[in-house]
């Protein structure tokens, strides 16, 4: 079944640097298109995890790429039952991602994970990188909400953090999730729907903040950049922070970004991501470990536990350091996927399969 998303009129963050990705990533499907073009082969951009298996069944073409950056591929039962079907039809499914993959193999599905197009991120410039007066505690910037991201709107309520820090609640969601509801009718519709209300920290917290949003406590000027800086912390909200165990690791701009800042970053994503970031190469602090195989109940209250506690020391030196170390790893990966032979490896196992 296809899962179409409707345009709704929704509060979205309109940072220049997320418009300066996508349009790198549009390039890198384009040239994707290209290729599979000149050589009969399918091409499927779909975004986010809305794939329809059935247009897959009904293309014309044998083979087809299915192309998914910054955004986690389905899950494996997915592919499993795309690959059972494609069997008898004999078609190759060819998924080319950013995603780590650690699936079993599939007879009819073949997935090339290539994490040097994270480096679509690689465009920060070095005035991000100076010592800027902390003037906040913390940045937290949620745009789209679901259960488990508007419990951590409560949580910095609860804990009265939402002054300390520049905090927006922007309540976008796709219709596949929210129908046509937005605003004030979303945020009521998850608080009801996911019973959010049977702890009472959390009614409390939904009375006291649903005359608020949409929430943003700063001024909007299409550039998040300088308010990072000028906090100590960055509480990161990744999209598939609590998808834990399922074979599968993604990370969007949002932890990308942080990573590349000198700030403190407080990731909330998904279970052993500092362990798979760290075997790419990314420069970690130490203290995620002490989560990173936690469930992802356990990761929210201490990520919380530190910033309401501010029990980490801000030391510049070690968080430029740092930041320099993950550009430096970014940039060259974006130079390596730029090279016009990056993908011919891949090309031609497609060829010759």
């Known amino acids: 079944m296809k899962h179409t998303p409707v345009a709704v009129n929704q509060h979205e963050i309109d940072s220049w640097d997320q418009l300066n990705w996508r ?33 897959f069944l009904k293309s014309p073409n044998e083979k087809i790429i299915y192309a998914q950056l910054f955004d986690p591929v389905p899950y494996f039962s997915m592919w499993k039952e795309l690959s ?8 190759k499914i060819f998924v080319i991602t950013d995603n780590i993959i650690d699936f079993e193999p599939l007879e009819n599905v073949k997935f090339f994970s ?77 608080h009801q729907e996911f019973q959010l209300y049977n702890l009472p920290h959390f009614e409390q917290a939904y009375q006291e903040l ?34 834990d165990d399922i074979g599968l690791w993604c990370w969007t701009e949002k932890s990308l970004r942080d990573l590349q ?25 130490k203290y995620l470990w002490d989560f990173d195989n936690d469930p992802w109940q356990i990761r929210q209250q201490k990520l919380l536990h530190l910033l309401e506690n501010d029990s980490i020391i801000y030391n510049y030196s070690e968080c430029l350091d740092r930041a320099v170390h993950n550009r430096s790893l970014l940039s060259a990966w974006k130079n390596t996927y730029q090279q016009s032979g990056f993908l011919d490896s891949v090309y031609e196992e497609i060829l010759s399969t």
């Open 210 to 243: 649903k005359n608020q949003i949409p929430y943003r406590n700063f001024k909007e000027e299409h550039n998040l950049l300088p308010l990072i800086s000028e906090s100590k912390y960055s509480l990161v909200l990744e999209t598939c922070a609590v998808e």
């Open 84 to 91: 059972d079907r494609c069997k008898n039809l004999g078609k």
């Open 114 to 190: 290539k994490s040097e197009y994270l480096g679509v991120t690689a465009s920060y410039g070095d005035q991000y990188l100076k010592d800027v007066e902390k003037k906040k505690l913390f940045n937290c910037f949620i745009q789209r909400v679901d259960s488990v991201r508007q419990s951590w709107f409560y949580f910095l309520k609860n804990k009265n953090l939402l002054d300390l820090g520049h905090v927006s609640f922007l309540l976008k969601q796709m219709s596949t999730y929210a129908g046509s509801r937005v605003g004030v009718e979303l945020y009521n519709h998850i």
């Open 23 to 55: 349009a790198e990533r549009d390039r890198i499907y384009q040239t994707i298109k290209s290729w599979a073009k000149q050589n009969n082969i399918g091409l499927d951009t779909n975004s986010r995890e809305f794939v329809d298996i059935d247009s």
């Open 261 to 285: 800042f000198p700030v403190i970053t407080l990731p909330f994503w998904q279970k052993r991501s500092a362990e798979k970031l760290n075997n790419l190469g990314f420069d970690l602090p």
